[in-house]
């Protein structure tokens, strides 16, 4: 079946660690988006990418990196320098044809 | 930035009642899109609407769309128990494809 993958479910962060989510979709979808929800709000976009080797910034790029070397992944490395990355993050995909969005199930990271 | 503001931010009906949201939203748009989230999940899609439509149906859902106002309203018709989610609006810009996402409204349907 076609989807977007999204692991781990949860990650825990030392203060002063990088951590990486990934995100990987079987859709044939030109375009990975990813989001980050904190609780009770909407989704806020950290950054995005429409084609292989290239991204743009979001409203709220700072403290993450993204790169996109592949058409099925986009991988997300929350950097010591975002200050508060606990949240619910939400990767997404879709075709430059078809507009809606196909999501993942999340990851839920959490500073310890 | 969020573009969308639904309204209201929550909403508590019984089953079998109609469900009624609004998202209003600031700039020029492409397309706007309704999406519904259950508790700690992805979100799932729901229904799109073009800037030159006015309505759209897909079952129960229905969407309306005016752009003089900058705002758009879900009807879920006989609700269920299981229609108990969070929905959001998200508007597409006129070029590109990133989405901008409002702040959802939280339905609860009692059986």
């Known amino acids: 079946d076609g989807g977007i993958t999204q692991s781990p479910k949860y990650l825990f962060r030392k203060e002063g660690q990088n951590v990486t989510l990934s995100c990987e979709q079987n859709?044939?979808?030109?375009?990975m988006y990813w989001y980050r929800q904190d609780p009770g709000q909407g989704l806020r976009l950290i950054y995005y990418?429409?084609?292989?080797?290239?991204?743009q910034k979001g409203d709220i790029a700072e403290g993450y990196s993204v790169s996109r070397e592949k058409k099925e992944s986009f991988p997300l490395t929350v950097t010591s320098a975002q200050k508060n990355p606990t949240a619910f993050y939400l990767c997404?995909?879709?075709?430059?044809?078809?507009?809606?969005?196909?999501f993942g199930s999340g990851t839920r990271l959490t500073v310890v | 930035s969020q573009q969308g503001e639904e309204d209201p931010q929550a909403l508590s009906i019984q089953e079998g009642e109609n469900a009624t949201m609004n998202c209003s939203y600031k700039?020029?748009?492409?397309?706007l899109q309704w999406y519904r989230q259950n508790s700690g999940r992805g979100l799932v899609h729901l229904i799109l609407?073009?800037?030159?439509?006015r309505e759209k149906h897909s079952g129960r859902l229905r969407v309306t769309l005016d752009t003089s106002k900058k705002s758009s309203s879900l009807l879920i018709t006989a609700s269920r128990a299981a229609d108990t989610a969070s929905y959001f609006c998200?508007?597409?810009?006129?070029?590109?494809?990133?989405?901008?996402f409002g702040e959802g409204t939280q339905l609860t349907v009692n059986p």
């Open positions: 997404a995909s879709s075709s430059l044809s078809r507009l809606g969005y196909t």
């Open positions: 859709l044939n979808h030109d375009a």
């Open positions: 990418s429409q084609i292989v080797n290239d991204f």
């Open positions: 700039t020029s748009i492409n397309n």
């Open positions: 609407i073009r800037s030159n439509e």
């Open positions: 998200a508007t597409g810009e006129t070029s590109g494809s990133r989405l901008t």
